[in-house]
């Protein structure tokens, strides 16, 4: 059994943003060699989530809609407090709501790989979402089979 | 390490509909001789999600209005306008509230197996659940292990 | 490849209790002699979820609220008729609203191991989360890997 790990970067522009990494994803399969197993893209960090559906720009707007209605931005949120009580290391960013909706959405898919190749639907893709941008963010990107 | 691959087919009837696999997912571990490892239940669609929980009509009842709540059918969803204004290939279904469903709850589910058995609960069931019936799915079960 | 399995215990002292085991997760992977592979939490129990952020007390009561607001108590729910109206190993809890939660959030968690540690940021926290306590519970850990 082999298991092959790399790291991507994603920087986000504005304060949410939907990266498709599929592609990237499938280079690390290649970079691999491995044929047979299972993918795992785990995101280290604790305003961004990973998510897997359609690449269309207008279902991308109506689920930010969903996650905006479900954790409002203009809700009160208490980590804000604390992130503002904080002397150092805070930036100050009131982000409870990334917070929560990263708790909500979970940081990591498990996929498997056929032949080499990531075995989704053509209409699949792999989102990593950040929820706090502008940043700078990298992505783990593991792969184990044979 | 052995990997063991199979699709298996669930029919929808209605609209939004919960499958149980737990038991056909138990036969693919059973065909596939591994003893110890992870099972792996991935939905190659963008309308379908996994899920588990106690099979309890009432309950499944419940969490479908949970969901209803969350991502009304009724509420517009600029998806449903990018589907209309294709000219071939759409079948016109108004399915932005399906897709932001399966966004939100997650097309694989990943499990422990021990002695060739799933460990899980006897009260947990795994669901594949369709948002955008009626219509025919694969699912793709993978088990990896010794 | 190797696969070490464990349970761990949680008791919960409330009804709503999030518990951070990142250190007893990484207690059983020391143990696995496991170096580079994959992390497995599971919990089989139908009013637990898994869930990945930071260990942060204000955050974990803003995604309480989260929760709550998308899955009130004092709605009603079909499952509590379900549990009243059977005669005998019911408890009579009324927990519908804690099975949906459960449903919703995810019973599972996938993690990478680099060199014999968990590969995450030390902000995240792996919390086992139940919503029906107080209760007894165990979690399983499996680790496997080379």
Redesign the interface.
């Known amino acids: 059994?082999k298991?092959h790990?790399q790291k991507i970067e994603v920087e986000s522009k504005t304060q949410i943003e939907f990266f498709d990494i599929t592609s990237q994803v499938q280079e690390v399969i290649d970079a691999s060699g491995i044929r047979?197993?299972?993918l795992?893209v785990?995101a280290?960090?604790?305003t961004m989530a990973l998510?897997?559906?359609?690449n269309?720009p207008?279902?991308i707007?109506?689920?930010m809609r969903?996650l905006y209605?479900?954790?409002p931005m203009d809700d009160r949120?208490?980590?804000d407090?604390?992130e503002l009580s904080k002397n150092s290391k805070s930036d100050g960013r009131s982000n409870?709501h990334s917070?929560?909706k990263?708790?909500?959405?979970?940081?990591?898919?498990?996929?498997?790989i056929?032949k080499g190749k990531l075995?989704?639907?053509p209409?699949?893709s792999i989102f990593a979402v950040e929820f706090d941008g502008s940043r700078k963010r990298d992505i783990?990107i593991?792969v184990?089979?044979?």
Do not use: W
């Open positions: 059994m298991i790990r047979e197993g299972l795992l785990f280290p960090h604790t998510a897997i559906n359609h269309e207008m279902l707007q109506d689920f969903v209605k479900i954790v949120y208490s980590h407090l604390f409870g917070h929560c990263s708790f909500l959405l979970g940081v990591s898919e498990t996929l498997p056929e075995l989704i639907n209409n699949q783990t593991q184990m089979g044979i």
